[in-house]
């Protein structure tokens, strides 16, 4: 590999802007800069050395900031499309045509569009997430690109540097000492920068002193941080590590958990509270008379035994009853329970009255439990009810006359009845709906009816359940990412270089990251005490007036 | 010279374990529905339902023989349809080793037996109340139909309603030697 020999004989990698050893300007570029720049140390960014292999070329593209802010900037303004219409894991739809519908009928044909291009499930995209995946490449590249020569080049920092890095530096003072002799300053230079808190090293006749570098790192650790988050993301996707499913659950019913393997749930009861206040003016305006005070569901969660397989459900051990609310999750075992929809007054049972039609006078009441429904329904001896048949949801007769039921939810329960009462004891036929009673046919008229007497509902509680063992790993993610920030922001790498000329002269460069006034003021207190000759800023021709003012202040 | 093929080296491992890592969060994202589901090959789950006679019907229990296990309701249609030729092919083939498991999704004893009844079978049928079989499995549309051979893997997925010939073929992939 070729090397760039500078005068010192140090060899520097290729595309090394400023000496490792001595710190003289290599390219032509830092020899005709007044004020070196100071990036990354002037060391080589690896990937602008090399550009041969197919390796090379994808590494430098990952490594370039122009890639990597472009990548920010598309990912942005692409995760912003996903927000212009609801995700489709918000639209209650069960199918892909009912989704296409929802999109459609709520947004017209840009909706049709958004749903076509495949906006409404953006974040679970190939594309999106190779997006998300470049950008994860790019950090790290780009980190690993510049943070390791940045490192070595801070690490093997030598003391002495050679003149025209110390006046090609912004901060510089040439000159003899104003008071006293020269073979004082040096250590009076060393008290003083101890007591700033820099690191000092001596080398004969030259010092460096330097404090903060950690402070060089922060936009590393900072990296750190966001790729431990985006880990964090991606362990989303391995089994077991994150759940996020949904259920429906009925009072009484008991239901395995999705997405909880082994464990039940029973609904005890759905509670809705409102708040029994007089309506307010603002809620007249906007149509509402009652405020929701509480959304609650007593359940009961069973685990079933270790050994136990699905189907099986005589062996569940009950793990704990609960009362979830509103940010009051139901938690066991990493899993979370929460309170999310409800729907009230689904039909329950349907209570009829046996009734003789002529009199009106009734034989008794029977009362069907729609979603599990009896044989027969005895009133006494003689009298009683024979459910024929039972359909849930009632849609009509197809071509051969026989009754349909669309879902087996009773959102519109029909019966077929055979009524058997002292005074028919064959027994008579009636099908009966809502809104609708077909008799038994050839029997002519039936002497009695099941007339409707009145219905108990019964409450539904929508649930989500939700896992996710990323969790202290995003938080770490956060906190790493947060501390970088901290690190980079508060802190500055400062450094002084001071040289014991020869002819007696003293030559002092100071470099700081940022915050330049903050190192002046050191010097200044630097340059009283060892009474070095005074510095000057070489940017101070443009800076003038700003510096004045902020020394004043 | 050597240090540039090392750097070479380390640059493609670094891309390329982050390529890969990457690749899988997309392809496990973009499979996670199909993966969850079982597939052929899979060992099919084992579960227990009582059936309606009151038989415990175990799916170790028939190691070594088929089992054609069938998801159905009394809403679906196509499950009606397809139920007397099942019926039919099931007589024929359960001397032979292949054993028929209908499985109502959480409806009611009365419902289905009524429904059964009335459609004139008389095969085995069991009702999952929790559906907790239906998500072992995870049943998505009505009709779906598992085959599971003699050893207990899922020989094949059927979605949708089968003709009485497709039962005879399914029935016959399934047999035990």
Known sequence: MEKIVCTCGHENAVGTKICGNCGRPLTEEAKSQKVLDMKYDGSAIRSKTYNKSIVDKIWNFFSSVKVGVSLIIITLVVSSFGTIFPQEFYVTAGTDAERALYYQTNYGSIGTLYYNLGLADLYSTWWFQALVGMLGISIIVASIDRGLPLHKSLKNQRVKRHESFMRRQRIIAEGAITKEDTSKTLDKVEEKLKKLNYKVRRDGTALLAEKGRFARYGPYINHLGLITFLVGVMLHQLPGMYVDDSMWIREGETRAIPGMNGYFLENKQFIFETHDNDPTTAQIQQGVNAVAKNYQTDVVLYKQSEDALPGQTDQLEIVKEYSIRVNHPLEHDGFALYQMDFRLNELKAMTFSLTNKETGASLGDVTIDLRNPKKEYVIDEQTKVILVNYFPDFTGFNDKGEPQTATPNPNNPAFIFNMITPDTPEGEISFVAIQQTVEGSGTGENLYKMSFKGVDTINMSGLTIRMDKTIPLLVVGAFIFLLGLTIGSYWNHRRVWVELLSDGNIRLAAHTNKNWFGIKKEINVLTEYAHLPQYIDQLDDEDDEKIKKETIE | ?177
């Open chain 2, 1 to 177: 010279m050597d240090k540039k093929k090392k750097r070479s080296i380390t640059r493609g491992i670094i891309l390329a374990v982050l390529v890969l890592a990457i690749g899988y969060t997309i392809y496990s994202s973009f499979t996670k529905e199909k993966v969850e589901v079982i597939q052929r090959g899979d060992q099919a789950p084992n579960f227990e339902l009582v059936g309606l006679n009151g038989e415990t019907y175990r799916l170790s229990d028939f190691n070594g023989e088929g089992v054609f296990l069938n998801f159905w309701g009394t809403w679906c249609e196509p499950c009606k349809r397809e139920m007397p030729a099942m019926d039919r092919q099931y007589e024929v083939f359960k001397d032979q080793g292949v054993n028929l498991l209908t499985i109502n999704i959480a409806q009611s004893e009365f419902e289905v037996e009524k429904f059964l009844n009335n459609l004139g079978v008389d095969f085995p049928t069991a009702i999952d109340k929790t559906k907790s079989v239906m998500t072992a499995y995870n049943i998505q549309p009505l009709p779906t139909t598992i085959l599971i051979s003699p050893d207990g893997k899922v020989e094949n997925i059927i979605t949708g309603e089968m003709s009485e010939s497709d039962i005879i073929s399914y029935m016959e992939s399934i047999k035990p030697e």
